[in-house]
């Protein structure tokens, strides 16, 4: 009788899976059949570990090869991270006691890994940031995987597979993944909140919206509108949606208060100092400049090219499939679209209408744009097969070349995009990285200093400073606020400054007279001024290296936008990029 007992209690085991596996199979149905009777085939897509492999090897690419896109890198973080690490470095001021935007607790978090070995093995600065850099590609590529299986489980394999394809090869993901930004952080975050909201794993989710808000970038908070709309106003669970939020902001803001009052010597809360500016000062972010509203369209088809232009037709094409098969299935169990794509146009909705617009503003949202564009591809196979076909195949397999040839065009398209940026604007970091072969032979010197001018924004960082250099600014013809040292007291992080100003106004205080520099970076020009002569024709100097640098103004839109080889170098501009001496017989 025990044994019988047992045989049945394995029968219904079995039964059970087997119903919970019909579910399953009827879910991917309604999701991919539209309705039509279909043969029955499996449709291939990668694991989850060969996508990992893949994403892996093109973000390490990135880490290794990509300049610093952006000089807010440098100053904000870069920098900090290299004073709170070897106590020398630059201090923008964002970082001055008085204003507090950005949180000590954001750097030091980054820090662990550098900390660690170079506790462990003492290696050199250099080696301390490229290792940084791949981290930050290890954690991005984990997260974009982890975001690929929800996609599948939530959209099907087809719009998985698509997405992972757009993933791999985006000129904006190459330089978002291993950028050391709140941005880029925040479209881990991303990755990770929507992941966890497709598994429908709410806390988890409400949880890493809050991280990226709070941690990272406070307007990052938009991407969470549409979970909480779902949460509250759909599912009434408005009880665990304060719950978890409370929890969040609490987890979160203890440390991050405590860390950055003791760094900054004062009670700060920095989330709340980045609002305040950006919002209730009459200035706001635009005295860093203004853009018209087709920037980001611009900007998105460099970064997506194809995908970009597709991502922004998705809701039409949702809305043809909604009135060409009316009678087309849903799974209950899926979200709406409007909502689980509704992040992305939330985003262009406020971020397009700013005046102030970079191009890191649109990171935390890369991925959706991903999604959203592969969710278009996915409809146009739909309709395609609804119009032209009608057989009884699964519609993946008869417009599976429609997917190819657009995946195809946008990987040759984002490949060649990837190529050009290192070609073209790779020069500052080879010519920084060579300072450590400089012969300097300036024995009555105890410290070397390299001197930039109207290159400032190009610095890549302390980390390429060999032992004994220092950087200072000479004048140029740009007009606003340069970053300053920070300063040798013991916790100069909490020295209230009296150079520092939050309207972009120039400091003097900044600048070096020329006769003190012994090495000198700079671009030669097209068009000289007093303040940026052509220092590289000058008798007081002789270059001692030099990488060519696309020079953007003289070289035609599309020779400067993807690289089309031999075209490209029978079509391209350039200018030398050149590590400067002064000679010695100059030398005050």
């Known amino acids: 009788m025990p044994q019988h007992n047992r045989q049945r209690k394995v029968a219904n085991k079995m039964n059970t899976t087997m119903k919970r596996n019909v579910k399953r199979t009827e879910s991917f149905r309604l999701k991919t059949d539209y309705g039509s009777p279909v043969k029955e085939e499996p449709i291939f897509y990668p694991s ?6 893949v994403i892996f090897c093109v973000r390490i690419v990135s880490a290794l090869w990509l300049h610093i896109t952006d000089c807010d890198e440098t100053y904000n973080y870069w920098d900090p991270s290299h004073y709170l690490l070897f106590g020398k470095g630059f201090q923008p001021w964002e970082y001055s ?29 250099l080696f301390l940031f490229y290792l940084t850099r791949c981290c930050l590609a290890v954690f991005c590529t984990g997260c974009e995987v982890f975001f690929y299986k929800s996609v599948c489980r939530e959209f099907g394999v087809n719009v998985g597979r698509i997405m992972l394809v757009i993933l791999i090869f985006s000129p904006g993901m190459f330089i978002a993944g291993s950028a050391f930004l709140p ?19 709410y806390p988890s989710a409400i949880f890493f919206v809050a991280l990226s808000s709070l941690l ?12 909480a709309f779902e949460m509250v106003f759909m599912r009434k669970r408005w009880r665990e949606f304060l719950k978890w939020c409370i929890l969040s902001a609490i987890i979160i803001l203890v440390p991050l208060f405590q860390i950055d009052s003791i760094y900054y010597g004062k009670l700060t809360l920095a989330p709340w100092n980045i609002v305040k500016y950006n919002i209730f000062t009459p200035h706001g972010p635009n005295l860093y400049g203004s853009s018209p ?3 980001y369209i611009l900007n998105g088809v460099l970064n997506f090219n194809l995908s970009f232009l597709l991502a922004l037709l998705t809701p039409l094409l949702l809305m043809w499939i909604k009135i060409a098969i009316p009678s087309k299935p849903r799974n209950p169990d899926c979200l709406p679209y409007i909502l689980s ?18 191009e890191r503003f649109l990171f935390p949202v890369y991925p959706l744009i991903a999604l959203c564009s592969a969710v278009g591809i996915d409809a146009v196979q739909v309709l395609w097969f609804r119009y032209f076909i009608r057989k009884g195949f699964h519609y993946t397999k008869c417009t599976l070349k429609i997917s190819i040839i657009v995946l195809f065009c946008f990987v040759i398209l984002g490949v060649s995009r990837m190529f050009l940026l290192y070609k073209s604007y790779h020069a500052p970091m080879d010519v920084f990285g060579r300072l450590k072969t400089v012969n300097v032979n300036m024995t009555s010197k105890s410290e070397v200093n390299l001197c930039i001018g109207k290159e400032w924004h190009r610095f890549p960082t ?11 600014f000479i004048k140029s013809d740009f007009r606003g606020q340069l ?25 003097v205080s900044r600048y070096v007279k020329i006769e003190t520099c012994d090495f000198l970076i700079d671009l030669d020009s097209v068009s000289p001024t007093p303040l940026e002569p052509i220092y590289s024709r000058h008798r007081n100097w002789t270059s001692v290296y030099s990488v060519r640098f696309l020079d953007a103004s003289r070289t035609p839109l599309y020779a400067r936008s993807f690289y089309i080889p031999i075209i490209w170098e029978s079509k391209s501009k350039f200018l030398d990029y050149h590590l400067l001496r002064r000679n010695q017989t100059d030398h005050p």
């Open 293 to 295: 509203w087709h920037f």
């Open 462 to 472: 302390s980390y390429f400073l060999p032992d004994g250099w220092t950087v200072n």
């Open 97 to 125: 006691p008085q204003f507090a935007l950005r949180s000590y607790l954001y750097i030091l978090i980054h820090n662990v890994p550098a900390w660690i070995y170079y506790q462990l093995f003492h290696p050199s600065r």
């Open 483 to 507: 970053p300053a040292h920070y300063l040798p007291e013991k916790e100069a992080t909490k020295i209230v400054r009296n150079d520092m100003n939050d309207l972009n106004k120039e400091e």
């Open 216 to 227: 990272s970038w406070p307007f990052a908070g938009l991407i969470g509108i549409p979970i």
């Open 183 to 201: 941005s880029s952080f925040s479209m881990y975050m991303t990755l990770l909140s929507m992941t966890a909201w497709f598994y429908r794993k």
């Open 341 to 358: 794509l509704g992040s992305l146009y939330l985003w262009f909705v406020v971020f397009f209408t700013q005046p102030h617009k970079e």
């Open 48 to 53: 989850p570990s060969i996508a990992f492999q």
